[in-house]
């Protein structure tokens, strides 16, 4: 399959070093050696976390880590509330059902973020409620939940909230424990630089604390078979499984890379980024689905033209410049199209390339309407 210009809302296309990592033959998962940089990898990893708390690495992807999350930390008395205005809000619900009957998912409609006076209201109404789980960027949309303000609701009454940053960590701000959050999910692909097959799971020393004494079902995605082992087999294999080694040192070398930018300065170039392709979009007649108050800078959804559909710029892009931007989900579907701006494709030379792409497509349009008129 010939190589695209990837510019999805992730697996996105990784750095020359990063690649190179995966080439590399393979070392034992386990041992002094390994074991010294995976636990530096744990402590990097950390850092983009923003939380003293434990980072787990889980050979899966971004769904196991939510899966773990949702699924090994709430006991016989908890009750989850699950926000959902799109489609990974409901992929949460799903797997919060599936572990536990008095799952409640409350649901916006996809246009809208979340408020925190909606959230405080629910959970002043059901004190049952035990946790909450929200995503930070609904990648289906683009649409930009207001985490620290739904966590701060959240901390006041002293219930956890399950985080799915999946396709904002490494591209958005999120300071975890500053911001309360207990548990943050992320995934190797996105915006944390790395090839797919890890899911990545933050828990602060506060959730530890609620969460230590449940007995939960389940082995590979508990976390708290994870913690134990990374006690009792702390030093040489501080897990349950055989690591994905390839996997994790390419993560490293994506991560260095988010921390030699530096995380600042990081954040403001998706943020910069993102400006610069809507304006260059709305340039061309394409409105951004969401104003950018309420909009994820590292995911951007797109309305189509009344003469140029979403389908049609999808299909130009790919065909004539095998440059791949993902379709709209749900009710955006055949009405939007999505680019993701995440860490090496948030480049100015991508968007110039894309909106040139756009352009030839708008221009062929405009010469075929006056050969029609002829
Ligand atoms: C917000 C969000 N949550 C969850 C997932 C699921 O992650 P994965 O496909 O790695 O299992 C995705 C994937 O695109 C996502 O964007």
């Known amino acids: ?60 992807s971004g769904s196991a880590g939510l899966d773990a999350a949702i699924g090994s930390v709430l006991g016989e008395t908890d009750k989850l509330l699950v926000l959902s205005n799109g489609f990974f809000g409901e992929r949460m619900a799903s797997i919060g059902k599936s572990y536990k009957k ?50 701060a609701v959240c901390q006041e009454r002293e219930v956890l909230l399950i985080l799915d940053a999946v396709s904002s960590l490494g591209g958005i701000n999120l300071k975890m424990d500053e911001w309360g959050i207990g548990i943050c999910v992320s995934a190797s692909q996105k915006c944390l630089e790395g090839p797919p097959g890890l899911g990545l799971v933050a828990v602060s020393k506060h959730a530890w604390k609620t969460i230590e004494p449940k007995k939960t079902p389940g082995w590979y995605l508990n976390l708290h078979v994870w913690k134990q ?31 030699n930018e530096g995380l600042t300065k990081r954040f403001n170039r998706h943020k910069e980024m993102s400006k610069l392709l809507r304006s260059k979009l709305s340039e061309l007649g394409f409105l951004p689905v ?3 108050a309420i909009a994820s800078p590292t995911v951007i959804a797109f309305n189509g033209r009344p003469d140029l559909s979403a389908e ?38 991508h968007i110039i390339c894309l909106s ?15 050969g029609d008129n002829l």
Not at 105 to 121: C, G, I, R
Not at 235 to 252: E, F, G, S
Not at 356 to 370: G, P, Q, Y
């Open 1 to 60: 399959m010939d190589e695209y210009q990837l510019m999805i809302p992730g697996p996105i296309q990784l750095a020359p070093e990063v690649l190179c990592e995966m080439g590399r033959q393979i070392v034992p998962h386990y041992g002094r050696e390994w074991i010294s940089f995976y636990n530096e990898t744990l402590e990097l990893l950390k850092q983009i976390f923003q939380t003293t708390g434990d980072v787990y690495i889980i050979p899966g």
């Open 290 to 292: 969401f104003p950018s």
């Open 229 to 259: 082992f990374s006690k009792d087999w702390a030093d040489w294999h501080p897990y349950p499984v055989t690591m994905a080694v390839p996997a994790v040192r390419a993560l490293r070398r994506g991560i260095g890379l988010i921390l």
């Open 312 to 349: 049609e710029v999808v299909l130009h892009l790919e065909e004539e410049h095998r440059i791949k931007i993902a379709y709209g989900m749900g009710v955006f579907e055949g009405k939007a199209f999505r680019i993701g701006n995440m860490g090496p494709q948030a480049t100015q030379d």
């Open 356 to 370: 040139h792409a756009i352009e030839e497509l708008i221009n062929k349009r405009v010469r075929t309407a006056k």
């Open 102 to 151: 008095n799952t409640t998912v409350l649901q916006t409609p996809v246009t809208q973020p979340f408020m925190p006076s909606q959230l405080a209201d629910t959970l002043d109404k059901d004190r049952e409620i035990t946790a909450v789980a929200a995503c930070h960027c609904e990648s289906s949309s683009g649409l930009l939940n207001p985490i620290q303000d739904l966590a």
